[in-house]
């Protein structure tokens, strides 16, 4: 079993930055694929990011690429979300995800384990 703890969201003007982090324990691997997540009210969970592991291959929605960055240590066993430029459509409720294996990272339920997300919200 994996548990996954995110923290770092908040409130924040738009234009600004946030970074999160997500810190796994229990039976981790450093093989795992992790990525993040978002869920708006009313809206759909919709991928974010991810990265996998040998090598550090990652990959972002379109919507968010050039602006967020995924990173991960894997001596501290965390993944770490930095997010700029921020906008009010970012709002949402962040989550991070993981599993052990890469093809169609940014499919929700292929996702094995879940933290309970982080809450983003960008002001206009």
């Known amino acids: 079993q994996v548990q996954l703890v995110e923290s770092g969201g908040g409130l924040v003007q738009a234009g600004g930055s946030l970074r999160l982090s997500c810190a796994a324990s229990g039976r981790t691997s450093s093989s795992y694929a992790m990525a993040w997540f978002r869920q708006a009210p009313g809206k759909e969970r919709e991928f974010v990011a991810a990265i996998t592991s040998p090598g550090d291959s990652t990959y972002y929605a379109n919507s968010v690429k050039g602006r ?8 501290k066993n965390t993944v770490y979300l930095q997010m700029n ?15 052990p294996t890469t093809t169609r990272l940014n499919i929700p339920s292929l996702y094995n384990y879940w933290g309970q997300g982080t809450q983003v919200t960008v002001s206009s």
């Open 85 to 99: 430029s921020l906008k009010s459509e970012d709002t949402a409720v962040y989550y991070c995800a993981a599993r």
């Open 68 to 75: 967020f960055t995924i990173s991960r240590d894997n001596a």
